[in-house]
């Protein structure tokens, strides 16, 4: 286990202080190749690890843990067993508001070594409380929020728990998430979907809208978007607006994957030839409206902005899919909403990709609610989305 230092400023640097530094028991190789159950024994071993670390939390910033590739076996529990070694170390760490970076042999051997430079120091940089890039085209005042589920068991209770991303504004502030929790039972589900009650709806809002005034000195946001991947219910909707009655503009956006293909035609040549399709991809940012309240939006695409006219679609030879974006609620420019959500496809700091396909508040929501139904005990606070990265 490695240590790392960094205080974000005008020149920020790295050190590897070594009287930080916590190495892993000598015989922990030996029992995670031939061990019945290699993942547990490496959790017991971290877990030890880091509660040496606590001792000295004075003394570092960031916990840099490095996994042998070799240790493969220990990294999951495989079919009888539920388990997942980055999010059990999330789910501890973050409970603990302990930041860390994963290391394993990958980095080492990957080629594209600005690649790997640029990952682990933007990944450190943020981890360390630096905020590396904001939002354009966003207009202000405005607060981002996602929302997805996971059904985590306690003790012998399962229980839905709601999180919330949230990015408060184009400064790139207030990466925080919050999680809701309610028993099992007490949860709608149509299908394999879970939905909210009007009153847990505004539960949720309320905390929401009370985490964002304690971050702005007690001003209201002018506006709220809320997205989601599953459709919004009326008692969901109702809940929204009683917890944000102040707000001026609420906007209930559902995001979908689709099954849509686009195809850009070329003008003929010569009168009377027929069109035909281009060698390249449609545009990042597309947008084309389909109904009063739908459009499919293209986040992946040519990005020509990028290389000053040329073509260029980094993801390969793939048609790209579109979003398919239904508003439930707001009375926005749709041209607006496009903007943002490509501003928020970016917003992702865990990887040196152009964008995402999703915006950041559903993907962090997503990957949230995979590492919280892991820690074993969910306090009713906020935590910085810093810690699962």
């Given at each position: 286990m490695m240590q790392a230092s960094s205080r974000p400023s005008a020149a920020t640097s790295v050190s590897?202080?070594?009287?930080?530094?916590?190495e892993l028991p000598a015989t922990l190789d030996v029992a995670v190749?031939?061990?019945?159950q290699p993942q547990r024994v490496l959790a017991e071993a971290i877990s030890n690890a880091m509660g040496q670390l606590?001792?000295?939390?004075?003394?570092?910033?960031v916990v840099l843990i490095y996994l042998p590739t070799a240790w493969h076996a220990a990294f999951e529990g495989g079919m009888s067993d539920d388990f997942d070694l980055h999010d059990f170390i999330k789910a501890k760490t973050a409970a603990q508001a302990i930041p860390t970076q994963l290391l394993n042999d990958d980095p080492f051997n990957y080629k594209c070594r600005a690649s790997v430079g640029w990952r682990l120091g933007v990944a450190l940089y943020v981890k360390a409380g630096g905020v590396p890039w904001k939002m354009e085209a966003v207009q202000p005042d405005t607060a981002f929020i996602g929302l997805s589920y996971a059904l985590r068991r306690d003790k012998s209770v399962l229980r839905y728990v709601t999180c919330c991303s949230q990015i408060f504004d184009a400064e790139g502030?207030?990466?925080e998430?919050?999680?809701y929790e309610t028993e099992a039972s007490k949860i709608s589900v149509f299908g394999?979907?879970?939905?909210?009650?009007q009153e847990q709806m505004r539960s949720v809002m309320a905390r929401?809208?009370?985490?964002?005034?304690?971050?702005?000195?007690g001003r209201v946001p002018?506006?709220?978007?809320?997205?989601?991947?599953?459709e919004f219910k009326r008692q969901e909707i109702d809940g929204v607006f009683d917890a944000l009655a102040r707000i001026d503009e609420v906007e209930l956006i559902q995001v979908q994957d689709t099954r849509w293909r686009g195809v850009r035609l070329l003008a003929p040549r010569r009168r009377g030839d027929a069109s035909e399709a281009d060698r390249w991809p449609l545009s990042r940012g597309t947008l084309l409206t389909i109904g009063e309240q739908e459009a499919l939006l293209w986040t992946q695409g040519n990005s020509t902005a990028v290389t000053g006219g040329a073509p260029w679609y980094p993801v390969g030879k793939s048609i790209p899919r579109p979003l398919l974006l239904r508003r439930y609620a707001g009375r926005g420019d749709a041209q607006m909403l496009g903007r943002e959500f490509l501003a928020l496809s970016k917003m992702n700091w865990n990887n040196d990709s152009l964008n995402d396909t999703l915006p950041a508040t559903l993907a962090f929501a997503h990957k949230l609610a995979e590492v919280v139904k892991r820690m074993p005990t969910l306090d009713p606070r906020p935590y910085p989305l810093r810690l699962f990265m």
């Open positions: 590897l202080p070594a009287a930080s530094v916590v190749r031939t061990g019945p606590k001792h000295i939390r004075t003394d570092w910033d502030t207030g990466l998430f919050l999680a394999r979907n879970p939905f909210l009650s929401s809208l009370s985490l964002y005034l304690e971050r702005h000195a002018r506006r709220v978007v809320i997205h989601k991947t599953t």
